[in-house]
């Protein structure tokens, strides 16, 4: 089979740090043809430095191209639903970065424009295919601690000034970013794909300053304004006599906690979601606890780009994404009903559900 021809929209930090230094390990399925960036400068000095073939500023013009079969989507946070619809009724595949889109309705949107085309769309993030989180699921699938009824999740962005980075994060502070959307929805995605999908939350919100000033890199003494909460506390109840809690926030400076433990009546399970090098901690009664590597190709950090493999495999093989819309529209139902709860002090039911993939 012949490879496929992707082509990466924005070309930013994250695609720069996590993506392209990746493609290699996926040469052989795949082929990336093609980067698009708002700036000249940066599209034409990432497609040189990384053996792209060909540069646009332009995306019509990109999605016009019949070389591409699939896009990787690493627009602004604020940008994903309008550029992965954009994508596939240019008739490709999307791999779209998290969040899907700004709200349940336009994640819908995006959903049904797939479905009409027959085209794949998987939706980051990708931890269920993350190995640590692979080999939390079998722990689970043995029983090795028992009946579950509690776990905790913790997404922490770090705290600005922001030293050294090479993009604009406004993004991440403008409406439509925010912790909870930025980096909680790592522990919510892993949490639902391993435990089910959740049935009430409760929140709270607050925001701990107005704005920041970057310290250095090339946006140094810019001040970026905190539109959105940055401190989120969430409650939620799985049903089963199951409850957990997740916190997202840009407070915390540091933590010694792990970013995802789960709690059943004959072990715990710890593990972080975003060090592909990190053993998973396991207890239990009898033993203490026990460090379990979990041998892995990158060295350490998130790997993202087993998203990307994910979508070649699901496109080549016609297999349905475990990393799926359907997954990431809970998520963003639980991301509005934290927000209704937490402006209006009730419990929220979430408004879409899903059904978890088994991997």
């Known amino acids: 089979m012949a490879r496929l021809k992707l082509a990466l929209l924005g070309p930013g930090d994250v695609a720069q740090r996590d993506y392209l230094p990746e493609f290699h390990r996926i040469a052989d399925r795949a082929e ?5 960036g708002r700036g000249e400068a940066r599209a034409r000095e990432v497609a040189a430095r990384f053996g792209i073939p060909a540069w646009y500023t332009d995306a019509a013009r990109m999605l016009a191209s019949e070389e591409i079969d699939a896009v990787v989507n690493l627009t602004p946070i604020q940008a994903h639903a309008e550029t992965t619809l954009a994508i596939l009724r240019a008739g490709k595949h999307v791999y779209s970065e998290k969040p899907a889109a700004g709200s349940v309705g336009e994640a819908e949107a995006i959903r049904d424009e797939a479905a009409r085309r027959g085209l794949v769309l998987v939706c980051a993030p990708s931890v269920l295919l993350f190995p640590q989180v692979v080999h939390a699921r079998r722990l689970l699938a043995d029983g090795a601690i028992g009946p579950v009824h509690a776990a905790l999740g913790r997404g922490y962005g770090g705290v600005p000034p922001w030293a050294g980075y090479p993009s ?10 925010g912790s909870l959307a930025d980096m909680g929805v790592y522990p ?5 794909g391993l435990l089910g ?3 009430r939350v409760s929140a709270m919100a607050a925001r701990a300053r107005e704005e920041f000033t970057i310290g250095d890199g090339p946006y140094a003494g810019r ?3 905190i539109e959105v909460a940055d ?3 969430l409650l939620l109840d799985l049903g089963g006599e199951r409850l957990a809690s997740v916190t997202a926030n840009n407070v915390a400076q540091a933590s010694r906690a792990p970013q995802l433990e789960i709690f059943g009546l004959g072990g715990t399970i710890a593990l972080d979601l975003l060090d592909v090098s990190a053993p998973v901690e396991v207890f239990s009664p009898e033993d203490g606890w026990r460090s379990e590597p979990v041998p892995h190709e990158r060295a ?8 990307v493999e994910h979508l070649v495999e699901c496109v080549r093989t016609g297999t349905a994404p475990i990393a799926s819309v359907d997954h990431a529209i809970h998520v963003l139902a639980i991301l509005e009903a934290a927000a209704e709860s937490a402006a209006t002090g009730r419990t ?3 408004a879409r559900t899903f059904a978890a993939v088994s991997v």
């Open 348 to 350: 929220v039911a979430p």
């Open 231 to 233: 401190n989120w506390h």
């Open 168 to 177: 604009d994060p406004s993004q991440f502070f403008a409406v439509g970013g």
């Open 188 to 192: 919510l995605h892993a949490l639902t």
């Open 300 to 307: 350490g950090g998130p790997d993202h780009i087993l998203g």
């Open 223 to 225: 001040r970026i304004p």
């Open 32 to 36: 990336l043809v093609a980067v698009c």
């Open 197 to 199: 999908p959740v049935e």
